[in-house]
Structure formats: structure tokens, C-alpha cells
Nanobody, 126 residues
Framework: QVQLVESGGGLVQAGGSLRLSCAASGRTFTGYYMGWFRQAPGKERDFVAAISWTGGNTYYTDSMKGRFTISRDNAKNTVYLQINDLKPEDTAVYYC???????????????????WGQGTQVTVSS
């Protein structure tokens, strides 16, 4: 059974940092793209970042370039999202997702992804 399990969320003051982790298990993820999305209360699930299998290509929503860094360790089947200079508007549930490499939809589209984690809550206080 495929599982993506996020961790690392929590309550943090504005200006702080967090590193979210997503551990994947249950199948081989060779070639898969991994992505991070977030969903604030009452809002749609928004694309944050994605990374190719080798880690050589990363993709970000323009507004999140600079404070967010996605990385992966394939030996550990884990993808990370480093978030610096956290702001109250970053408060959301953060989800990781896995996409087969042959999907044609853009990486920012939720429908592209085959597997999702349950999410981890990030709350930023002002």
C-alpha cells in the first residue's frame, strides 16, 4: 500500500523556519515527480513546489520563490520543504504528492498527482 506521510509542521512565530518532510513507502518511486501543495481554511489547494526524480529540476509558484526550498533524498524515499521567514499567510495544511513521470498535466495541477499524503498543519503566529 502506497503511503506518503508528512511531518514537521507545527506552531511557529512569524520570521521562523520549518522543514517539512514527506516519507514515501509502498512502491518504487523511480522517475516520479514529487510536489508540495498547501490549503488554507476555506481556500483551494495551491501548488507550492515540485521536484524531478534526480532533483536537478525544481519548480515553484512565483510568489514562493526565495523562501521555499524543495529537495529530496531518494535513498530515504523522502522529500523536504524548507520554509524560511514564515508569515501568517503561510498558515495552511501542507500536503505532499507523487506524480508518475508520464503525466502530461502541468505540475501545478492537483489532478496530475497519483498519490497524496494526509497533510501536516503549519500555523504561523504574528
Amino acid at each position: 500500500q502506497v503511503q506518503l506521510v508528512e511531518s514537521g509542521g507545527g506552531l511557529v512565530q512569524a520570521g521562523g523556519s520549518l522543514r517539512l518532510s514527506c516519507a514515501a513507502s509502498g512502491r518504487t518511486f523511480t522517475g516520479y515527480y514529487m510536489g508540495w501543495f498547501r490549503q488554507a481554511p476555506g481556500k483551494e489547494r495551491d501548488f507550492v513546489a515540485a521536484i524531478s526524480w534526480t532533483g536537478g529540476n525544481t519548480y515553484y509558484t512565483d510568489s514562493m520563490k526565495g523562501r521555499f526550498t524543495i529537495s529530496r533524498d531518494n535513498a530515504k524515499n523522502t522529500v523536504y520543504l524548507q520554509i524560511n521567514d514564515l508569515k501568517p499567510e503561510d498558515t495552511a495544511v501542507y500536503y505532499c504528492a507523487a506524480s508518475r513521470p508520464d503525466r502530461s498535466s502541468p505540475l501545478r495541477v492537483t489532478g496530475r498527482y497519483d498519490y497524496w499524503g494526509q497533510g501536516t498543519q503549519v500555523t504561523v503566529s504574528s
